[in-house]
């Protein structure tokens, strides 16, 4: 149907949008093992902004940050959305559209309106209660929000994939809903669930701008950080701690793809 | 009379699977009212009140802060802030136009290639987007710098001034928001793709259609639902976008996001920011009820978008 020189053509913007992609990304990567400090002139091998990183309490401190905010909000978020996600399969039939638009919600939202309504609400909340003062815990709670959709969909896609008469052999099986979902629904949506920590946990830790409003001064992430260090003027350290994540990513996505592999047709993405 | 008891069994039943459904929505659902629909009302209430003498927002109720949007300041009306809003409105129209040019064919390339490539495929287009989005803007900002191959090329095709660089510039903008955006379209039109209904090709062609209008009457409207999906996912964000612009854009050419921001970091003028801020928020719910519409009518579903 598509003639050879189409195909020729078709692979050949394959290759230069794989350019276009990964150039920039490499680029930081490559000037990160630069001796000198500069971005445009790459002189020759080092491995002294590295060396630096270790030293820099703030990198370390923000990185502790950044990875105890993931890993919370991401297993708040599981737990949430999965339960979501069976109540969105379960109930699929009734008209549940008031639920689907407060699900797209946190997803379509811009992050700049989602990040300033939480920090104007937070900064009202802690002035008039003496709670919830910007920080950590603020932060975890509107990660937590953009995270809980995602799962939801994840699982719920994972229970369409499911024989549905098994729903039903589970009930005669198991007569509480607790020993159902210990021996029947978190078994069989295992896969999904990984793979809905793994992207709640990226979606954190890529977060800038909602972060970035919702942050306490003694509460900066890792991207917080950058975005810092930037505004001020690049330190070549910056390439250093931004190519230790992006290898990051890199791990994340072999590993998504053996999760692809060995499950076949999965339904979560 | 022997229905009573089969009635009441079924409210009863009605009654648990009620219960059900909320014990398992609820928690989700009251969490996003609480800490997104909550805080987004509390900004858009802000737009309407008066802009107090220390940047807090006060009573009474007015329309002052949209009369400013729209341009009207203390020193009569001035286009600065349309400018910002064309700025924003076009630069999201070239990224999308763009974004649909670049994803249409590599979507359908990817559908073209052996099954077992696409998952690999489909991976290295959405891998660049994992990585942090001010990482990604840092990284065109190395590129694109005075001094760099790039900057040197440009200025020797006499495209930009010596001794300046491709970034800052609205340029960079809208190349970040495309890098930005990209797979946001390839997803879709590739889901749109791998289910086309190739014998209507086939019919097309048997009918001597040319491959041209072959591909308008059975190609496109097949993929329209993910492209309208795709148009919808990657406008919306654009539009809205704070970190390209802020980096990318050297200050110069802002977008609405940087705007709102502004009024708020600098805690300069809340009300002037939640109009902007009900601006966007308006022009997201629009683009929700669109996608949903669409898909609805294009007989595509849900799993679209994800």
């Known amino acids: ?269 | 009379m022997s229905k009573r008891p089969f009635e009441r069994s079924v409210r009863q039943l009605r009654f648990r699977e009620t219960r059900h459904l909320l014990l398992t929505t609820l928690p989700g659902a009251f969490w996003i009212v609480l800490f997104l629909v909550l805080p987004s009302l509390y900004l858009v209430s802000m737009a309407f009140l008066t802009n107090g003498t220390y940047g807090q927002p006060s009573l009474p109720l007015t329309f002052d802060a949209f009369r400013q949007l729209a341009g009207f300041g203390f020193l009569g009306w001035s286009p600065g802030n349309l400018y910002t809003l064309l700025r924003s409105l076009w630069q999201t129209v070239v990224a999308t136009a763009l974004v649909v040019v670049i994803a249409y064919p590599i979507a359908y390339y990817i559908t073209l290639c052996r099954q077992s490539l696409r998952p690999i495929m489909l991976l290295l287009v959405v891998v660049p987007s994992w990585t942090n989005q001010v990482i990604r803007a840092f990284g065109w900002m190395n590129l694109l710098a005075p001094d760099t191959p790039l900057s040197n090329l440009a200025q020797s095709l006499g495209l930009i001034a010596p001794h300046m660089g491709l970034f800052p510039s609205s340029f960079a903008v809208t190349l970040g928001l495309i890098y930005n955006f990209l797979p946001f379209m390839v997803l879709p039109l590739y889901a749109a793709f791998e289910k086309l209904d190739t014998t209507l090709v086939e019919a097309a062609r048997d009918l001597y259609a040319s491959p041209l209008k072959a591909f308008w009457v059975a190609v496109f409207p097949q993929t329209l639902p993910g492209l309208l999906a795709g148009i919808v996912l990657v406008a919306v964000p654009a539009f809205g976008m704070y970190v390209v612009p802020e980096l990318l854009g050297g200050g110069r050419s802002l977008m609405i996001g940087n705007l709102v921001a502004s009024q708020f970091a600098g805690g300069s003028n809340w009300p002037y920011g939640a109009a902007a801020s009900l601006l966007m928020l308006v022009a997201t719910l629009l683009g929700i009820f669109l996608l949903r519409r669409l898909g609805r009518r294009a007989g595509g579903g849900e799993e679209v978008v994800i």
């Open chain 1, 1 to 269: 149907m598509t003639s050879p020189s189409l195909k020729r053509s078709l692979a050949c913007l394959w290759w230069v949008l794989m350019a276009f992609l990964y150039l920039p990304l490499a680029v930081v990567v490559l000037f990160s093992f630069n001796s000198i400090n500069s971005s445009a002139l790459f002189e020759s091998f080092s491995l002294r902004w590295y060396e630096r990183l270790w030293g820099n309490e703030q990198i370390m401190a923000s990185l502790g940050h950044s990875l105890v905010l993931a890993i919370i909000s991401s297993v708040i978020a599981v737990v949430i959305g999965t339960l979501m996600g069976y109540g969105l399969y379960r109930y699929r039939a009734r008209r549940l559209g008031w639920l689907i638009v407060l699900i797209y919600l946190p997803i379509v939202m811009p992050d700049i309106v989602f990040g300033i309504s939480n920090m104007t609400f937070f900064v009202r909340l802690s002035s008039l209660t003496g709670w919830l003062s910007p920080g950590l815990g603020t932060m975890v709670l509107s990660h937590v929000t953009f995270q809980i959709p995602f799962v939801a969909l994840i699982a719920y896609s994972r229970f369409l994939g499911l024989d549905a008469t098994l729903f039903d052999a589970a009930k005669d099986l198991y007569a509480s809903p607790f020993d159902r979902a210990r021996h029947f629904i978190v078994p069989s949506i295992k896969p999904a669930l990984v793979s809905a920590f793994f992207l709640s946990f990226t979606l954190s830790i890529d977060d800038f701008v909602i972060s970035f409003f919702t942050a306490g001064p003694e509460s900066s992430t890792l991207p917080i950080y950058i975005w810092g260090a930037i505004r001020k003027g690049v330190t070549p350290e910056i390439n250093a701690i931004a190519s230790l994540m992006i290898a990051a990513v890199a791990v994340a996505a072999v590993i998504s793809l053996a999760f692809t592999r060995s499950k076949g047709s999965d339904a979560s993405r």
